[in-house]
């Protein structure tokens, strides 16, 4: 089993910055990929940013040129860096890890931006 937890979570103003942290611990060496969701109220949860063990990273569409996924395998720490965040942006955030035995899910971490 993975345990993922979330730290970083904020009040930031349109415009502000914040980094989630991840700190996972467990069955590590079984992972595969990591990847940040979010889910905003009233709506699906979706993908933000994810990557690969090899450091392949991919972004949504509506995050890419503002967020920053990154993995620090020696803290057993994954970020999110968010700048230019804007008001459609708040969500509760999720961390996630896909090892061949199913996935992992951490508690969640709320981002509030403010206009």
């Known amino acids: 089993q993975v345990q993922l937890v979330e730290s970083g979570g904020g009040l930031v103003q349109a415009g502000g910055s914040l980094r989630l942290s991840c700190t996972f611990s467990?069955?590590?060496?079984?992972?595969?990929?990591m990847g940040w969701h979010r889910q905003a109220p009233g709506k699906q949860r979706e993908l933000v940013a994810v990557?690969?063990?090899?450091?392949?990273?991919n972004y949504a569409d509506s995050v890419k040129g503002r967020f920053t996924i990154s993995r620090d395998n020696v803290k057993n720490t994954m970020y999110l860096r968010m700048n230019s965040l804007k008001p459609e942006d708040t969500a509760v955030y999720y961390c996630n890890a896909l090892t061949p035995l199913g996935d992992y899910w951490g508690q969640g971490t709320q981002v509030t931006v403010s206009s």
């Open positions: 467990g069955s590590i060496y079984s992972i595969n990929a």
């Open positions: 990557i690969a063990s090899g450091g392949i990273t």
